[in-house]
């Protein structure tokens, strides 16, 4: 068991509620602690989980110091088991002193428990981070989960009221989390989603026929990923895309219970000659697919929950990879004025897909645009130089009291 020993320096204490497998948010919080941990090696991450890691995430746990995991003990009721994982993460703040701990917390959401949870531990500096604006019912917009937008509505202020600080991965989001929280002021810090540069070797494209175009979609196709507009907006030019003598491919990758739309949509327009939907696929055929593609498909669905900005994981591994992409949002890391990025207008309308063609052509012609769009991810990308940002902001808060 982990006693926090005296230190003349303050810990940070990262707590996540997670899956029990090693998927897209397991792996970037790993990253993100890695990062931290040797800026500040008084860092400490705990995982919080409903079931025990599988045998891959306990694999990562065990392969470093300063990983703890937290597993409910209940399981039926999720009430219950809500409950007890607040419950847990107390108990392992009576290890750490108020008064050189900062508590940085991946949202768990308002309601409340977590209401309770933090008036329990009111004497901590807690740090939220957040992925997205949790309430689009006051951005005019319905995702679907409105159990979670009525609690934003009933605990929200009162939650962040509760709050030392917050990290939003946009301004937008940043921006979202201060005005909810009404007069009192709070400080916030946009950082974008950082990414591990080295899990993503740099693509070798395999295409040299200039009038063949490989599009690869990577997601799960829910509507807010947009691949409907994609169907769609091929359908559109079909005629003007066959008279230009292109060869047009489309490869998605990834599943959903959504997905099931877009196969739906490629037969209404009789496409099934152009997508093809490849299911998930391993980390080696992967690497083959992004050899493959000539272009890759960003988020292009986002205004449907009302955002503006985006922070994507699926853009920062274009940029990683080298693979030039479209998409219909803003990324506070990735300008649309970087050459490697075409921009479609953010709205459920069909788009010129002639455009993007024309756009990949010319990024097909530039084989030195991949080597640019590396360097890019390890300027602005990398987990390191993230959360040297964010260690600044937590070390800024110690540092006002």
């Known amino acids: 068991m982990h006693i926090k020993q005296a230190m003349s320096e303050f810990s940070i204490l990262y707590f996540a509620f997670v899956g029990n497998h090693f998927g897209g948010v397991e792996q970037k919080i790993m990253g993100q602690f890695d990062a931290l941990v040797k800026i500040h090696p008084q860092t400490y ?90 309430n689009t019912f006051l951005k005019g917009k319905f995702n679907g989960n409105y159990l979670r937008n009525f609690f934003e509505l009933i605990w929200g202020k009162a939650v962040r009221n509760h709050i030392s600080g917050f990290v939003g991965v946009t301004e937008e989001i940043s921006n979202f989390q201060t005005r909810i929280n009404g007069r009192q002021f709070k400080p916030s810090i946009s950082i974008g989603n950082p990414i591990n540069i080295n899990a993503y070797p740099l693509r070798s494209p395999s295409n040299d026929d200039v009038k063949r175009i490989n599009i690869l979609f990577v997601g799960s196709g829910f509507k807010t990923h947009g691949l409907f507009r994609l169907i769609t907006s091929i359908a559109k030019y079909k005629e003007a895309i066959s008279e230009k003598g292109f060869n047009l491919k489309v490869k998605v990758v990834g599943n959903s219970a959504e997905m099931s739309f877009n196969k739906n949509l490629v037969l209404k327009y009789q496409l099934e000659d152009i997508f093809e939907f490849c299911g998930f696929k391993t980390k080696n055929e992967l690497n083959k697919l992004f050899d493959w593609a000539d272009i890759g498909v960003g988020s292009l669905g986002l205004h449907r929950i009302g955002l503006n900005e985006s922070s994507t994981l699926k853009a920062r591994e274009y940029v990683c990879r080298g693979l030039p992409f479209f998409w219909s949002t803003r990324d506070i890391d990735i300008s649309n004025e970087c050459d490697f990025i075409h921009s479609v207008e953010p709205n459920d309308k069909e788009f010129d897909i002639l455009g993007v063609i024309n756009f990949a052509i010319k990024m097909k012609a530039d084989n030195s645009i991949r080597f640019n769009m590396r360097q890019h991810a390890s300027t602005y990308l990398s987990n390191e130089v993230k959360m040297k940002n964010l260690f600044q902001f937590l070390n800024k808060q110690m540092s006002n009291d």
């Open 45 to 134: 991450l705990y995982l919080v989980s409903t079931d025990a890691p599988n045998d891959a995430l306990n694999k990562e746990i065990h392969a470093r110091e300063n990983i703890y995991s937290l597993v409910n003990t209940i399981k039926k009721n999720p009430f219950k088991r809500r409950r007890e994982k607040f419950s847990m993460i107390e108990k392992e703040l009576q290890k750490y002193s108020p008064k050189d701990t900062v508590i940085y917390f991946r949202y768990p959401n308002a309601d409340f428990l977590f209401l309770k949870f933090l008036k329990n531990i009111s004497e901590y500096k807690i740090i939220t981070e957040h992925q997205e604006i949790e």
